[in-house]
Nanobody, 125 residues
């Protein structure tokens, strides 16, 4: 059974930091694209960051560049999203996801085959 378990969300003041973790089981993480998405209240789900294991490419959306960092530990089957200088507009439920194709990052939501349950991040201004 494939499982992605995201945790680490919480309530933080603007300017603060959080680190999200996603533990992946049931797949060989090295063979997958791993991504973080988020969904703010009343909005659609959007991609935040995406990592292509096969070539080591990390993508970050412009809205989080310079503030968020994607990292991973393949041995521990865990990926992280370090979020610094958080803003009120970062408030959302954050999801980790895995896609089997290298183009999964480019395809966004449609490219993902497995999803975690989401973790709430709330940034107070």
């Amino acid at each position: 059974e494939v499982q992605l378990q995201a945790f680490g969300g919480g309530l933080v003041q603007a300017g603060g930091s959080l680190r999200l973790s996603c533990v992946v089981s049931g797949i060989t993480i090295e063979d997958y694209v791993i991504a973080w998405f988020r969904q703010a209240p009343g909005k659609g789900r959007e991609k935040v960051s995406c990592f292509i294991n096969k070539d080591g490419t990390t993508q970050l959306e412009d809205s989080v560049k310079g503030r968020f960092t994607f990292s991973g530990d393949n041995a521990m089957k865990t990926v992280y999203l370090q979020m610094n200088d958080l803003k009120a507009e970062d408030t959302a439920v954050y999801y980790c996801a895995a896609g089997v194709y290298s183009d999964s990052c480019r395809w966004g939501i449609d490219g993902m085959d497995y999803w975690g349950q989401g973790t709430q991040v709330t940034v107070s201004s």
